[in-house]
């Protein structure tokens, strides 16, 4: 008997540490499989030599496709068909980037707390009341119209699978082992919501809400005077001012009231103000060889693996190389034998926020030009790890998705906000890069975008036969004065969107006189444009890169190089010399003012007077907008630009009053030298505090995050200078994510450098392979291959062969 | 000598399995070779644990060096292990040691509960309890 029950605790336990090794317990990763050195996270670390096996056996290819890898990890993929190359760009990019092609899409669809638990849920909740997955399900309808698109995609599709069905658990990348889940397999729905996720990213916020509370805070005239469509001085528009466009007869219904300004304390997500990037192209008349350079540096939140993956892609007719975003076949940013482009942000809002009524608490219904219209419901199911699934139902109206409302999130509003987004809508934005992708001129350029809708892009362009070019390319509802500024009434039709512009007509310049063009996600047009626009645009990259680009000649690609790394800081060069002298003598005496003193406004990695402005301003910046920071009220800072103009013009302004102050009227001058004091106590704790020295570099803390936050796989505290509102626009999370120069002679040359490595694994030694540079200014040359047998040296060829059956 | 016989018969066992089936051959290998080969309770668990616990350690160990350390430095401060690859390779050995072990041990629990204990004892004690003989 004894020796039944020895056995039987010893089974027991046995059994215990098998169940516990085998499928982990509540977030600590199952050990055994885990750490097994033979499959289990030992067997991801790859030698520093990569092995490339000399020829793969794929099931599913129509013919012989040759990959060429060169010393980077770049591929070089030559195909004999479409229907090869994009499987071939399928099945290397997952090899590559599997983990994070799923993840970004889990992510997107509201789909975190699946991998990670219920603390992701409230997330997941607000993703799928934006609508991603349904504006996705739509962009897959408009795939499956267009023949191309849809072989594409489907191509593309079936080479991810082709890898996921390769995959054992010992080559399972490492981020599942760690999370311990597995992969599903890839769908055209997958590369829908990649493209929504960007969209999202790029055009998902929009200020209505915080502007209709700025109103209800400030009254309408600060409001107007502190979020000014255009600002009260010259602005440097993409398009040059002076430019004459088209006069159009606009017939808009226009309600005598633009919105609806109450307290909205709903809990937005919060996005960096350095969303952005700067591109630019001049022409040959201005450069040393004669042949027009093309330059692109998109800012995105810099995170590993990166956001992009370098690849060239060749068959017949079609030789491309650039960086594309794993999830999407064809190449995003890049060039080919003929033309380059490259793409920033364009800034206007495209996302209007309605206040919708309903008839009763059954939200069945709402009010529509005094008619009740039925809601449509479109259920939720969220899985949630390790716990039963949340069902949720996100409410439809016509203009979008109800994202806030009672019930809905934790405020605690009695409203219901219903989202109108140009994102929303079928699109075919994959379309449009494959025929970036193999035009030959301007004129295939302009068709290429034409049909571009969601996120708004400046699509900057330069050719080997001279031409350059930019068209601010999206689809733009055409608006009456203000409106979408604010929240408005959605019981009206007058307030929705009633026409678009015509494509035509978007802002667009092509071999100016001035010999360049360029846009940093500044105003698309002086106010000489037709139609009305609002946001919240540049004022300092684009005037820096435009009296940069005017005042150069012979320009080369070196030159260049300079100018994507440029740290001057045009912000602190026009506000700092008041703050200066708007100092009194008690603080006068700080040793921090002599090395302010001694500045010449760049925002070097080892700059220390660049730390104390960025300190001093933020203190100033946060003084002067007091009225602004309201518990449970969402506001949104002005723009610096504005907040110097205020500090220019109007020193005495009730804006500087200090609110809660009510026996004082602080002006400009107290509010200076008070945020002077803050700053030197700021600046005093931290040296303290972190025992080191003030350089920028130290200050800001670049990282560059692992995706699921995992700190250990991430880079942190980054050895490199420039700020948002700089050229070098790298803040300490956000920052140029591809610096891309391309030299459009015969053949063409390309450089290129992001943040971050071929590689997804953290096990690679290509994970990180560009950081170095990167943060050094500093880029590779890219071989642009003419074709399979062009090898460099460092470069090995792998063979992917069907298996016959 | 058995313990010996048992040691070189996992380290084969484990060996050829690990490359091609789950971590877990290191519990079933052991078991089935405990209820095979019989030892005592505290040789049974040995004769596991240190050969798998040795295979575990030395394979990291080749896989750490040949990677020039690119991901144990970082697994080791995800664990968290204050980025010691040393302690990695030891907690990867105990890991295997304590499965593999406890599975020889659970192995040799089932062999003793099946085949009669009367002349185990015996021979070992040379005494039986009084009330076993009466069964």
Same mark, same amino acid.
């Given at each position: 008997?004894?020796?039944?029950?020895?056995?039987?605790?010893?089974?027991?336990?046995?059994?215990?540490?098998?169940?516990?090794?085998?499928?982990?317990?509540?977030?600590?990763?199952?050990?055994?499989?885990?750490?097994?050195?033979?499959?289990?996270?030992?067997?991801?670390?790859?030698?520093?030599?990569?092995?490339?096996?000399?020829?793969?056996?794929?099931?599913?290819?129509?013919?012989?496709?040759?990959?060429?890898?060169?010393?980077?990890?770049?591929?070089?993929?030559?195909?004999?068909?479409?229907?090869?190359?994009?499987?071939?760009?399928?099945?290397?990019?997952?090899?590559?980037?599997?983990?994070?092609?799923?993840?970004?899409?889990?992510?997107?669809?509201?789909?975190?707390?699946?991998?990670?638990?219920?603390?992701?849920?409230?997330?997941?909740?607000?993703?799928?009341?934006?609508?991603?997955?349904?504006?996705?399900?739509?962009?897959?309808?408009?795939?499956?119209?267009?023949?191309?698109?849809?072989?594409?995609?489907?191509?593309?599709?079936?080479?991810?699978?082709?890898?996921?069905?390769?995959?054992?658990?010992?080559?399972?990348?490492?981020?599942?082992?760690?999370?311990?889940?597995?992969?599903?397999?890839?769908?055209?729905?997958?590369?829908?919501?990649?493209?929504?996720?960007?969209?999202?990213?790029?055009?998902?916020?929009?200020?209505?809400?915080?502007?209709?509370?700025?109103?209800?805070?400030?009254?309408?005239?600060?409001?107007?005077?502190?979020?000014?469509?255009?600002?009260?001085?010259?602005?440097?528009?993409?398009?040059?001012?002076?430019?004459?466009?088209?006069?159009?007869?606009?017939?808009?219904?226009?309600?005598?009231?633009?919105?609806?300004?109450?307290?909205?304390?709903?809990?937005?997500?919060?996005?960096?103000?350095?969303?952005?990037?700067?591109?630019?192209?001049?022409?040959?008349?201005?450069?040393?060889?004669?042949?027009?350079?093309?330059?692109?540096?998109?800012?995105?939140?810099?995170?590993?693996?990166?956001?992009?993956?370098?690849?060239?892609?060749?068959?017949?007719?079609?030789?491309?190389?650039?960086?594309?975003?794993?999830?999407?076949?064809?190449?995003?940013?890049?060039?080919?034998?003929?033309?380059?482009?490259?793409?920033?942000?364009?800034?206007?809002?495209?996302?209007?926020?309605?206040?919708?009524?309903?008839?009763?608490?059954?939200?069945?219904?709402?009010?529509?030009?005094?008619?009740?219209?039925?809601?449509?419901?479109?259920?939720?199911?969220?899985?949630?790890?390790?716990?039963?699934?949340?069902?949720?139902?996100?409410?439809?109206?016509?203009?979008?998705?109800?994202?806030?409302?009672?019930?809905?999130?934790?405020?605690?509003?009695?409203?219901?906000?219903?989202?109108?987004?140009?994102?929303?809508?079928?699109?075919?934005?994959?379309?449009?890069?494959?025929?970036?992708?193999?035009?030959?001129?301007?004129?295939?350029?302009?068709?290429?975008?034409?049909?571009?809708?969601?996120?708004?892009?400046?699509?900057?362009?330069?050719?080997?036969?001279?031409?350059?070019?930019?068209?601010?390319?999206?689809?733009?509802?055409?608006?009456?004065?203000?409106?979408?500024?604010?929240?408005?009434?959605?019981?009206?039709?007058?307030?929705?969107?009633?026409?678009?512009?015509?494509?035509?007509?978007?802002?667009?310049?092509?071999?100016?006189?001035?010999?360049?063009?360029?846009?940093?996600?500044?105003?698309?047009?002086?106010?000489?444009?037709? &139609? &009305?626009?609002?946001?919240?645009?540049?004022?300092?990259?684009?005037?820096?890169?435009?009296?940069?680009?005017?005042?150069?000649?012979?320009?080369?690609?070196?030159?260049?190089?300079?100018?994507?790394?440029?740290?001057?800081?045009?912000?602190?060069?026009?506000?700092?010399?008041?703050?200066?002298?708007?100092?009194?003598? =008690?603080?006068?005496?700080?040793?921090?003012?002599?090395?302010?003193?001694?500045?010449?406004?760049?925002?070097?990695?080892?700059?220390?007077?660049?730390?104390?402005?960025?300190?001093?301003?933020?203190?100033?910046?946060?003084?002067?907008?007091?009225?602004?920071?309201?518990?449970?009220?969402?506001?949104?800072?002005?723009?610096?630009?504005?907040?110097?103009?205020?500090?220019?013009?109007?020193?005495?302004?009730?804006?500087?009053?200090?609110?809660?102050?009510?026996?004082?009227?602080?002006?400009?001058?107290?509010?200076?030298?008070?945020?002077?004091?803050?700053?030197?106590?700021?600046?005093?704790?931290?040296?303290?505090?972190?025992?080191?020295?003030?350089?920028?570099?130290? &200050?800001?803390?670049?990282?560059?995050?692992?995706?699921?936050?995992?700190?250990?796989?991430?880079?942190?505290?980054?050895?490199?200078?420039?700020?948002?509102?700089?050229?070098?626009?790298?803040?300490?999370?956000?920052?140029?994510?591809?610096?891309?120069?391309?030299?459009?002679?015969?053949?063409?040359?390309?450089?290129?450098?992001?943040?971050?490595?071929?590689?997804?694994?953290?096990?690679?030694?290509?994970?990180?392979?560009?950081?170095?540079?990167?943060?050094?200014?500093?880029?590779?040359?890219?071989?642009?291959?003419?074709?399979?047998?062009?090898?460099?040296?460092?470069?090995?060829?792998?063979?992917?062969?069907?298996?016959?059956? | 000598?058995?313990?010996?016989?048992?040691?070189?018969?996992?380290?084969?066992?484990?060996?050829?399995?690990?490359?091609?089936?789950?971590? &877990?051959?290191?519990?079933?290998?052991?078991?089935?070779?405990?209820?095979?080969?019989?030892?005592?309770?505290?040789?049974?668990?040995?004769?596991?644990?240190?050969?798998?616990?040795?295979?575990?350690?030395? =394979?990291?160990?080749?896989?750490?060096?040949?990677?020039?350390?690119?991901?144990?430095?970082?697994?080791?401060?995800?664990?968290?292990?204050?980025?010691?690859?040393?302690?990695?390779?030891?907690?990867?050995?105990?890991?295997?040691?304590?499965?593999?072990?406890?599975?020889?041990?659970?192995?040799?629990?089932?062999?003793?509960?099946?085949?009669?204990?009367?002349?185990?004892?015996?021979?070992?004690?040379?005494?039986?309890?009084?009330?076993?003989?009466?069964?």
């Amino acid at each position: 008997m004894r020796r039944f029950l020895w056995f039987f605790i010893l089974a027991i336990l046995s059994a215990g540490l098998f169940y516990v090794l085998q499928f982990g317990v509540a977030h600590i990763p199952p050990a055994g499989k885990f750490l097994n050195p033979f499959s289990g996270f030992w067997a991801n670390a790859e030698p520093a030599k990569p092995v490339i096996k000399e020829s793969l056996s794929i099931a599913g290819l129509q013919d012989e496709v040759t990959v060429v890898y060169d010393d980077r990890l770049v591929p070089h993929i030559f195909a004999k068909n479409a229907h090869d190359l994009f499987f071939a760009q399928g099945y290397i990019t997952a090899t590559n980037r599997l983990w994070q092609m799923e993840f970004q899409t889990h992510f997107a669809a509201g789909r975190v707390s699946e991998i990670v638990g219920e603390k992701t849920l409230e997330l997941d909740r607000m993703q799928r009341r934006k609508g991603l997955m349904y504006a996705a399900e739509l962009t897959v309808e408009a795939f499956d119209s267009d023949t191309l698109a849809k072989d594409i995609l489907e191509s593309y599709s079936d080479g991810v699978n082709a890898y996921i069905s390769s995959l054992t658990y010992k080559t399972l990348p490492l981020e599942y082992k760690l999370l311990n889940y597995y992969p599903e397999p890839w769908s055209k729905l997958k590369s829908a919501l990649l493209l929504k996720y960007m969209a999202d990213m790029l055009t998902g916020k929009s200020m209505d809400i915080e502007l209709s509370n700025a109103i209800s805070l400030l009254g309408e005239e600060i409001t107007e005077l502190i979020y000014p469509d255009f600002p009260d001085t010259l602005i440097d528009p993409i398009v040059p001012v002076g430019t004459t466009f088209p006069h159009t007869d606009i017939h808009l219904d226009t309600p005598s009231v633009i919105g609806i300004h109450q307290h909205y304390n709903v809990e937005s997500e919060k996005t960096s103000d350095n969303i952005g990037s700067n591109n630019w192209a001049v022409s040959g008349s201005k450069t040393k060889t004669g042949a027009p350079i093309l330059c692109n540096d998109p800012h995105l939140q810099l995170n590993l693996p990166s956001i992009w993956y370098e690849i060239q892609l060749s068959m017949p007719d079609y030789n491309v190389y650039g960086v594309s975003l794993p999830g999407s076949p064809a190449v995003i940013i890049g060039f080919n034998n003929d033309i380059a482009w490259g793409v920033t942000n364009g800034t206007q809002d495209v996302k209007d926020w309605y206040k919708v009524t309903f008839k009763d608490a059954t939200c069945n219904a709402y009010l529509f030009d005094h008619e009740w219209k039925a809601i449509k419901e479109r259920p939720e199911k969220i899985r949630i790890k390790g716990k039963a699934s949340f069902i949720d139902t996100v409410l439809y109206t016509h203009y979008g998705p109800i994202a806030y409302g009672p019930g809905l999130s934790d405020d605690t509003s009695s409203y219901f906000l219903a989202s109108a987004w140009t994102g929303l809508e079928p699109s075919n934005e994959l379309l449009s890069f494959y025929n970036l992708n193999r035009a030959h001129n301007y004129d295939e350029y302009v068709k290429a975008i034409s049909t571009f809708q969601c996120p708004s892009q400046n699509f900057v362009f330069a050719s080997v036969s001279g031409d350059i070019a930019l068209w601010q390319q999206g689809k733009f509802p055409m608006k009456w004065p203000k409106q979408g500024k604010y929240v408005m009434d959605g019981s009206l039709s007058e307030y929705q969107w009633q026409q678009y512009i015509p494509q035509s007509e978007n802002p667009h310049i092509f071999n100016p006189s001035r010999q360049f063009v360029s846009s940093a996600n500044q105003h698309p047009t002086d106010t000489a444009y037709p &139609y &009305y626009y609002n946001g919240f645009f540049e004022h300092y990259r684009n005037r820096r890169i435009n009296e940069r680009l005017a005042l150069m000649n012979n320009i080369t690609v070196e030159d260049m190089m300079l100018l994507q790394n440029d740290n001057f800081n045009m912000q602190a060069s026009e506000s700092l010399p008041l703050m200066l002298r708007l100092l009194s003598s =008690q603080n006068q005496q700080s040793a921090y003012l002599k090395t302010l003193n001694q500045w010449n406004y760049v925002n070097d990695a080892l700059s220390e007077a660049a730390t104390i402005y960025e300190v001093w301003y933020d203190c100033l910046d946060s003084l002067i907008w007091d009225e602004l920071y309201v518990e449970g009220k969402m506001t949104e800072i002005p723009l610096e630009f504005t907040t110097i103009r205020l500090m220019q013009r109007y020193p005495n302004h009730s804006i500087f009053d200090i609110k809660h102050t009510t026996d004082k009227k602080e002006t400009l001058d107290d509010l200076v030298n008070q945020s002077f004091s803050q700053a030197i106590n700021i600046l005093d704790d931290w040296k303290t505090k972190n025992n080191k020295s003030l350089t920028w570099f130290e &200050y800001k803390a670049t990282s560059i995050q692992h995706l699921a936050r995992i700190i250990p796989f991430s880079a942190t505290n980054i050895e490199i200078g420039g700020n948002k509102r700089i050229v070098n626009a790298c803040d300490s999370r956000w920052g140029p994510s591809w610096r891309m120069i391309v030299s459009l002679e015969n053949p063409i040359k390309a450089y290129g450098v992001y943040p971050g490595g071929q590689s997804g694994n953290p096990g690679s030694h290509f994970y990180t392979t560009g950081i170095e540079k990167w943060r050094k200014g500093e880029y590779y040359e890219l071989f642009f291959m003419k074709d399979a047998s062009d090898l460099q040296p460092g470069m090995t060829t792998q063979t992917l062969q069907t298996i016959k059956p | 000598m058995r313990s010996f016989v048992k040691i070189l018969l996992t380290s084969a066992l484990v060996l050829v399995a690990q490359l091609y089936l789950p971590w &877990y051959v290191i519990m079933i290998i052991p078991f089935v070779i405990s209820i095979i080969i019989k030892t005592n309770g505290a040789a049974s668990f040995f004769s596991a644990s240190i050969p798998v616990s040795f295979i575990w350690i030395i =394979q990291a160990y080749l896989i750490h060096t040949a990677t020039g350390d690119i991901l144990t430095s970082r697994m080791a401060h995800v664990f968290p292990l204050d980025g010691s690859a040393n302690l990695l390779l030891l907690v990867t050995g105990i890991i295997g040691g304590i499965a593999s072990g406890l599975a020889g041990l659970t192995g040799n629990a089932f062999r003793n509960m099946l085949i009669s204990p009367d002349s185990n004892r015996k021979r070992k004690t040379g005494y039986i309890p009084l009330n076993q003989r009466r069964r």
